[in-house]
């Protein structure tokens, strides 16, 4: 399984280096580590939207883990609390 550290500051900047760290991963199990995230803007969470429904598809794990206090927070914010339970082992 393969790990990628999120950034602290997932925002409109951060989008295109995300989407494009994942396609490189396409394929492979993957663990994103949010443990560090201290903000996640609405095109970054599109970005792990996507790739959530994309692995399910391949039917590969991706998993988001650990969660940062902040991040959990802007997650339910967004109306997106179940993420992390939908990226975890989401395979089909």
């Known amino acids: 399984m393969t790990a990628v550290r999120l950034p602290a500051v997932l925002d409109i900047r951060a989008a295109g280096t995300l989407r494009e760290d994942l396609l490189a991963l396409r394929g492979s199990d993957i ?3 949010g443990g560090e995230v201290e903000r996640i803007g609405g095109l970054c969470l599109q970005v792990l939207i996507s790739a959530k429904k994309t692995w399910a598809m391949d039917g590969k794990a ?5 969660l940062s ?11 997106c609390a179940d993420l992390n339970t939908d990226l ?5």
């Not at 991706?62 to 650990?66: E, F, G, I, Q, S």
């Not at 206090?69 to 109306?79: I, R, S, V």
């Open 69 to 79: 206090d902040a991040l959990t927070e802007q997650l339910a914010a967004y109306g």
């Open 88 to 92: 975890v082992g989401a395979t089909g």
């Open 31 to 33: 663990v994103l580590d």
């Open 62 to 66: 991706l998993t988001l883990a650990p």
